[in-house]
């Protein structure tokens, strides 16, 4: 599968942004669909996943409450909804899709496939 991440951009600290993650290659309602991100100087992490088998959404504790992961499987995309933006949101915003795996994961090394990433900024 091949993945093309969007919605990036500048905004104030407050604000909200949408990213989404496009997928094309087959079956990609059997992924489980993950959200990651890097900001400079610091390793890539965790931020939310969503289940193929149930779409049950899992985040993690800094953005927990602010952001809400989501899939449209017959667009083949998944989204992340981004509220209350704080500057230590700033980061390269990566999706990434795990196969058929029964449980999600949170761990990069599950990923086989990744977007591109795409840039977020929030500033003070």
């Known amino acids: 599968v091949q993945l093309q991440a969007s919605g990036g951009g500048l905004v104030q600290a407050g604000g909200s942004l949408r990213l989404s993650c496009a997928a094309s290659g087959r079956a990609f309602s059997r992924y489980n669909m993950a959200w990651f991100r890097q900001a400079p100087g610091k390793e890539r992490e965790f931020v939310a996943v969503i289940g193929w088998t149930d779409g049950r959404t899992y985040y993690s504790d800094s953005v927990k409450g602010r952001f809400t992961i989501s899939r449209d499987n017959a667009e083949s995309t998944v989204y992340l909804q981004m509220n209350s933006l704080k500057p230590e949101d700033t980061a390269l915003y990566y999706c990434?899709?795990?196969?058929?795996?029964?449980?999600?994961?949170?761990?990069?090394?599950?990923?086989?496939?990744w977007g591109q990433g795409t840039l977020v900024t929030v500033s003070s």
């Open positions: 990434a899709a795990d196969y058929s795996n029964i449980r999600v994961q949170y761990s990069l090394r599950a990923y086989d496939y």
